[in-house]
């Protein structure tokens, strides 16, 4: 456990406690991220949300059972417990608070899940307010070579030029993401469906504690708690908020990770998918995204960091291949190239008035050409060598 | 040779043969497609071109270099060892003269290529006027098994669906495309850098003879002559207009077939590329083009139909992917099954407060997530299976 990640609270004003408290005993409450518990806490605030919870009694008078769960629970406590799990609690206005995750107040009303985070609990150094141009890099956990190859490439070189490397750490894409991070010596984020003391899966283990001692291991769970199946649902939306684009990597039709990238699009930020075989259906999903217009192809860490760095600070120059030997060319002698037949050979005459040149010029081109190996002298004429075709 | 193939110019009238013979002429006289040749017969029409070329002078009264090669030419002869060769020569105003490749008046007038074929060699019985909705699928020579495959299905669905393929029967994705066609049995188009009558590369004389007895073989270049590098850019013009579309199956950044690309883009047709690895530098060239929205993702025949029949017609189903046990349970099963968890088991009690339902119902619904599957009764409680976490 790191000193930061147990130097709260003690130093914060009384108002903002209280604030931090209820904003816990509301996530006890509910599974993180249901719109209506969000919604609540966006129009009335958190403290007077929790107060009129408290009090809500039923046409009877009495209590009503959230009342009664929530006058039941001890958030001082779950405090305390997460404090020595390592685990802080950052809400809305502390310096730590990743502000672009806001942008979720106007995400997704039509969703189940959908808001802005109660708050998110944190393990790891890495202070959650330092992610301005953090790019999520997720995909499927049924991941090809090619997928984890190309997602730690893509990993490596965003997190090399000062962006965090978000993802889910899970196992497949998420995986390769974090490991391309890690390998570039930077800090990434895991954000897990479960507590952010839990592991899962229980084979990342040593990653997550990597994670967790270097960067953040974020949950908008409570520590605790289990990863269920809503809950992937409700991080998701956490990955995406988090971060200034997302990459999906390799998503088959019915991948998880497309719904990170609809919370992604939902929030208007550069959604980016890398291509692959069309024949593979780890792929399919990405395809299906880009054919549509909802995504950008990207084919390597400099196209991501293209659309993610400020405008016009990381362009990729248009790619031209390298360079050939007819590129070097003069023009004319490039127009003598151009005359010479790619089959049968022709004389140097022949040449000459297809180039439109005379014919000592075009001999002089011709043995250039020859020198070069773009065109051969056989059978008393000139042709094109296999490397002047092409 | 087919009688189709000798069939004219006998009924034709006098005047469209004097035309007919100019244009034979002027084609003889340069290269296929110099743009200021075909910009001349734009402008002055092609018999008063010949006459005012044929009388040229220079300043001393003698008939011009070009006066006297033109002199020198037959262009009936010319017409006639076609017709032997089973050539035909198509021109503006013929029945068969297909008239979408007259868009190429306004296109590339910058370019040392461009403008209006002053005419077409075509052997083989699929008359050109009966290209409206034809699709070009071109690529790189040095394809993959991969692009191949690929190319393949594509033509042989698009042929399938009565539009023609049109490609430049080169080795590589060319080849891969006119056998999709040929193996749907349908014509298909092969518009070749050297004459009608030629075979270039040797290797695929069985095939392009197989398409000059199915379909056809183009050429602006007139009969006998021999493939030069520089025909090969005129060529490319020649397939992007006569097609509808244009498919990109793999192309690396230099390959021929982006140049084919750019004339498609030119005449503001449907381009299209087919994605392939990011590691494979046959699929770059295709990879810049649809990132920098130059070229529409597809990744199969059928999209490729989506964007060539008739706006509307083909529209490809939005994919969903296979349906999973997860999509035939009832709302309220699959709420049970979202609060099952993932790793530790839990009790019906836990499971039934996650869910916010009766314990009861939660009993019965998980009791049916047993049998599809997707929960399993563990250590006293309920957790997901491999299935029921995807």
């Known amino acids: 456990m790191s000193a930061e990640a147990s130097s709260y609270p003690t130093d914060?004003?009384?108002a903002?406690?209280?604030?931090?408290?209820?904003?816990?005993?509301?996530?006890?409450?509910?599974?993180?991220?249901?719109?209506?518990?969000?919604?609540?806490?966006?129009?009335?605030g958190a403290v007077h949300l929790h107060e009129l919870l408290l009090g809500e009694t039923d046409i009877e008078g009495l209590h009503t059972d959230v009342a009664a769960?929530?006058?039941?629970?001890?958030?001082?406590?779950?405090?305390?417990?997460?404090?020595?799990l390592g685990v802080r609690f950052v809400v809305p206005g502390d310096d730590e608070w990743p502000s672009q995750v806001e942008s979720l107040a106007g995400a997704g009303a039509l969703h189940d899940r959908g808001g802005v985070p109660l708050g998110l609990w944190v393990r790891g150094p890495h202070r959650l307010d330092r992610l301005e141009r953090a790019v999520a890099v997720v995909g499927s956990r049924a991941a090809t070579t090619y997928g984890d190859d190309v997602a730690s490439e893509i990993a490596a070189t965003v997190a090399s030029a000062g962006h965090v490397v978000v993802s889910g750490g899970a196992i497949g894409i998420d995986r390769a993401a974090h490991r391309g991070a890690v390998s570039a010596d930077a800090p990434?984020?895991?954000?897990?469906?479960?507590?952010a003391d839990r592991?899962?899966?229980?084979?990342?283990?040593?990653?997550?504690?990597?994670i967790a001692a270097?960067?953040?291991?974020?949950?908008?769970?409570?520590?605790?708690?289990?990863?269920?199946?809503?809950?992937f649902l409700a991080r998701n939306r956490v990955i995406a908020a988090l971060s200034h684009g997302t990459v999906v990597v390799e998503a088959a039709l019915r991948s998880g990770a497309l719904n990170t990238a609809s919370w992604t699009g939902?929030?208007?930020?550069?959604?980016?998918g890398v291509p692959g075989p069309v024949t593979s259906a780890a792929s399919s999903g990405v395809h299906e995204q880009i054919r549509l217009g909802a995504m950008s192809l990207v084919t390597c860490g400099a196209d991501v960091l293209e659309l993610v760095a400020p405008a016009g600070e990381r362009l990729v120059e248009p790619r031209r291949g390298v360079d050939t030997e007819r590129d070097r060319l003069s023009t004319r002698r490039r127009q003598v190239l151009?005359?010479?037949?790619?089959?049968?050979?022709?004389?140097?005459?022949?040449?000459?008035?297809?180039?439109?040149?005379?014919?000592?010029?075009?001999?002089?081109?011709?043995?250039?050409?020859?020198?070069?190996?773009?065109?051969?002298?056989?059978?008393?004429?000139?042709?094109?060598?296999?490397?002047?075709?092409?």
Chains 1, 2 share one sequence.
Request: aromatic residues 2%; glycine residues 10%.
């Open 12 to 14: 914060r004003p009384a």
């Open 16 to 44: 903002t406690e209280q604030e931090r408290l209820a904003r816990v005993a509301l996530s006890l409450l509910g599974e993180p991220g249901e719109t209506k518990m969000t919604a609540l806490v966006a129009e009335l």
């Open 69 to 84: 769960r929530l006058a039941a629970l001890d958030p001082a406590r779950e405090l305390e417990v997460a404090d020595r």
């Open 188 to 195: 990434t984020v895991a954000v897990l469906a479960c507590g």
């Open 199 to 210: 592991v899962y899966p229980q084979g990342h283990k040593a990653m997550l504690d990597h």
């Open 214 to 231: 270097t960067g953040a291991v974020v949950s908008e769970a409570p520590p605790g708690w289990a990863p269920h199946r809503i809950r």
């Open 266 to 272: 939902r929030l208007q930020r550069p959604l980016m």
């Open 338 to 390: 151009d005359a010479v037949p790619a089959a049968a050979a022709a004389g140097t005459d022949s040449i000459a008035r297809t180039a439109g040149l005379g014919v000592r010029e075009v001999r002089g081109a011709l043995e250039h050409l020859e020198t070069v190996g773009l065109a051969e002298h056989v059978d008393g004429g000139w042709r094109l060598t296999d490397e002047g075709r092409h």
